[in-house]
């Protein structure tokens, strides 16, 4: 399984931006699908998970300002984020996970099986 993150750049503060990461090798239909990010010096970080179709679990941070969808047909997780601000400057990385989890566990990085390479979004102020 190979996943490759895509939609990064440089933005102003406020602006908006499309993660997309498409999945290949592998159909991930009962499994999860979730975004990370990690700060430079800072540990890799929870940003958001998509259970099945519907079910989406957000970290604080990002609440009301991004969106997780998946596209089954497609095999592709996308990440819509907008009023950004300098702190969601980070690399961000798609994982993916065969089965399910339960909620308290969708944060945890070792509970992902396949990682893509992240994608790096950098947010000016």
């Known amino acids: 399984v190979q996943l490759q993150a895509s939609g990064g750049g440089l933005v102003q503060a406020g602006d908006s931006l499309r993660l997309s990461c498409a999945i290949s090798?592998?159909?991930?239909?009962?499994?999860?699908l979730a975004w990370f990010r990690q700060a430079p010096g800072k540990e890799r970080e929870f940003v958001a998970a998509?259970?099945?179709?519907?079910?989406?679990t957000y970290t604080d941070d990002v609440k009301g300002r991004f969106t997780i969808s998946r596209d089954n047909a497609k095999n592709t997780v996308n990440l819509q984020m907008n009023f950004l601000k300098p702190e969601d400057t980070a690399i961000y990385y798609c994982?993916?996970?065969?089965?399910?989890?339960?909620?308290?566990?969708?944060?945890?990085?070792?509970?992902?099986?396949?990682w893509g390479r992240g994608t790096l979004v950098t947010v000016s102020s």
């Open positions: 998509i259970r099945r179709i519907t079910s989406t």
């Open positions: 994982a993916a996970r065969m089965n399910d989890l339960v909620l308290s566990a969708l944060r945890d990085v070792a509970q992902y099986d396949y």
């Open positions: 090798g592998r159909t991930v239909r009962t499994g999860v």
